[in-house]
């Protein structure tokens, strides 16, 4: 069985097909212990944290040295792929067998870890186990977060047997590197099969509330309403349009609407959105942020509207370390000398952006076709798949030696 | 206990609060069980129908002629208010109280029904107990309608026990008359308590579905997504605007809408929503239906989204009984010749648009502070409602004793 089988959907257009894995769930379990099983067959041990990260260890020459880490995710979006987040820790296990196989020693140990929730689709935010091991979300409040039917993590992590395997002895991180699909255009559009990841944009995550009053879709005249939702669609449609003009890197984002006590014929009185909010640099989100904030204000005057907004995440803009990214330089001199890589920004958050701010950390990009992600028809080549392999595994090798 | 006190909710600005008491659910039988027992008090029978629709009766000279039938709705929206429906049901069995203590005879028998489903908020469409009723909805379509969550409506009636209790004898109906709140704000303007409904807005319900491309939040750059919610926004409005300009009886609401899957950091794929289209006459209702499928498709072709369009309800126009309704005009100047009522379409669907196809109806309108129905906010004052009751009362016997 393979991984990408667990919670796979089938979809007319996708070459693969799609998954449905959504973090801490059944099939999230399935597709870990067909992980820990493969690991463990080739000698890994298993270390599981408090929020329920997995890492996978191979013993180094100097074992007592702190891990070289690699790792990623294996939940995925509602309408998620077979490629974000599994590959990357695919690949890590791939490397390791080649280490075996090869008969190679490192002098530092190496570990793969599986971050716990990196979707922040079933639990919010996204990251939130790499969140917790870095130390940016406290493991109570992680623990106590619950998913839309009011179900906590812990209640899960419990459920699933986790939590009494729980290690809170931590070797460390030497240093971090993450190999992961883009997710967009770059590379695809540039025809260059690997990515050498110098940064993360900053993200803000908020919850918009539209209050206005409901009433009778028939007796009510149009312009005696005070429509929650057709005040909503202005916004929608004015914060699209402003973003498109702001800049190159600006993205925003309404994934979820909501309307509480839906009727169809009830012109709604409240609409409840999530904002996902990008841009590049600390000033750049900050004004994206305010403009964002004006035309929302705006409209709910114009349309006798109350608006709540909360912010619910947020991830400054992350430039990765320096001697990390010329350590995937060197790696894809090694690897790929026929390959020009080309170093660009992502615009998803990683597990890589909360382990910068306690290790060391770069990433490694290969293509998607067509730019897209969170879609069942994400794919990348097994061609373009065996090159990120291929300097993950020279990557780690130069960073677990020295 | 008030049957108001049964899914009462408490709301901030609300001068008596709200009611949340969906169709065939146990306070929707609550209500119904109080309603029976106060009628059985007064000497009423009891028959059941088929669909759960109640009829209340009260005894005639000549008792085997067709009941004079007034009647209303118990269930409510999930943000109704405490008149919508109830105060017909109500008013009709304190009409039958007036009669008792008077010792008045009448000729014919009287009837108070209380039609099952009549938002249409639980189960669709609305009217669904009195479209049966009036054959315009096959028994066995309406009884396997289910709710959002897969319970069907056969499966409530036998729960809550009416599958057993119903009578398939039906003595017919000689005379509709159904006493309710306006819901707009027409008599509230003009200053007049009383209305005499000439007829009822056409109304049609579609369920539309728009396909576009789900992709990531972060790195897919804003002018390459096909959003299927940035498109529905433009769609909802212009529809709007469209409304505002076409007519003073047109009216356009998007009452639900939904993302399947939705997730924050996800561009959505897919939305769906309904549509709410209402105008006065059926050339302008086709002409309403063309601007806004035409409205739909341009914009979804701009954005590169598909679309399905289903009708799931259709209302012509109706115009009342003018027999029925010079009745009603009778009955305001013996019981209140101080008013004179005012004649009004109805931009609400009633039980009794259904009925007038099987028998002569007209309609009472009372007002509706600030023309706030489907709204917890809904109110009209003692005094006007009890005008609403005189007129009932009078009609009543003058239908009944002919
Ligand atoms: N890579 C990925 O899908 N990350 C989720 C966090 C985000 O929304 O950027
Ligand atoms: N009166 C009322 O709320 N009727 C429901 C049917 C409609 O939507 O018009």
Redesign the interface.
């Known amino acids: 069985m393979a991984i990408g089988e667990i919670g796979h959907v089938d979809v007319v257009g996708s070459k693969v097909g799609g998954c449905?894995r959504l973090a801490l769930t059944d099939k999230d379990k399935q597709a870990r212990d067909l992980f820990i099983k493969w690991a463990q067959d080739i000698g890994c041990t298993l270390r599981v944290d408090a929020v329920g990260n997995l890492f996978l260890r191979r013993k180094g020459k100097s074992d007592e040295l702190k891990p070289v880490m690699s790792g990623s995710h294996l939940d995925t979006?509602?309408?998620g792929g077979k490629f974000d987040g599994i590959y990357g820790c695919l690949a890590g296990l791939e490397a390791l067998r080649c280490l075996n196989e090869r008969n190679i020693q490192t002098l530092r140990p190496i570990e793969i870890a599986v971050w716990t929730n990196e979707?922040?689709?079933r639990f919010?935010p996204?990251m939130l186990g790499s969140g917790v091991y870095a130390g940016v979300f406290k493991l109570e409040d992680a623990l106590n977060t619950e998913d839309e039917s009011g179900v906590s993590l812990e209640a899960e992590l419990e459920r699933l047997g986790y939590s009494d395997l729980a290690d809170l002895d931590d070797p460390g991180c030497h240093q971090y590197f993450e190999l992961h699909i883009?997710?967009?255009?770059?590379l695809e559009r540039l025809g260059i099969d690997l990515g050498i990841v110098s940064g993360v944009?900053g993200?803000r995550?908020y919850e918009v509330e539209v209050t206005g009053?409901?009433?009778?879709?028939?007796?009510?005249?149009?312009?005696?309403r005070s429509?929650a939702?057709?005040g909503?669609?202005?916004?929608?449609?004015e914060l699209?349009d402003m973003?498109?003009k702001h800049g190159?890197d600006?993205?925003?984002?309404?994934?979820?609407?909501k309307?509480p006590?839906?009727?169809?014929?009830?012109?709604?009185?409240k609409v409840k959105f999530?904002l996902?909010l990008?841009e590049g640099s600390l000033d750049q989100l900050n004004e994206l942020e305010t403009k964002a904030f004006e035309t929302i204000h705006r409209i709910a005057y114009h349309h006798q509207l109350e608006i709540g907004i909360k912010e619910t995440w947020s991830l400054p803009p992350c430039p990765f370390d320096t001697k990390c990214l010329s350590l995937i330089q060197q790696a894809c001199e090694l690897s790929h000398p026929e390959v020009e890589p080309h170093s660009l920004v992502?615009?998803?958050?990683h597990d890589a952006v909360y382990i910068s701010r306690v290790a060391p950390t770069a990433m490694i990009f290969v293509p998607?076709e067509d730019?897209?992600?969170?879609?069942e028809?994400e794919y990348t080549s097994p061609d373009q798949l065996e090159k990120g392999c291929d300097v993950l595994l020279n990557t780690l090798i130069l960073a677990a030696n020295c």
Chains 1, 2 share one sequence.
Do not use: F, Y
């Open positions: 449905h979006q509602p309408t979707e922040g689709a919010k996204a883009e997710q967009g255009p770059v944009l993200v995550w009053r409901s009433c009778h879709a028939g007796p009510s005249p149009m312009d005696l429509d939702l057709v909503t669609s202005k916004m929608i449609t699209t973003t498109m190159q600006s993205r925003c984002t309404i994934g979820e609407l309307i006590n839906a009727s169809t014929n009830v012109s709604p009185g999530s996902d990008r992502s615009g998803a958050g998607s730019g897209l992600s969170h879609n028809c």
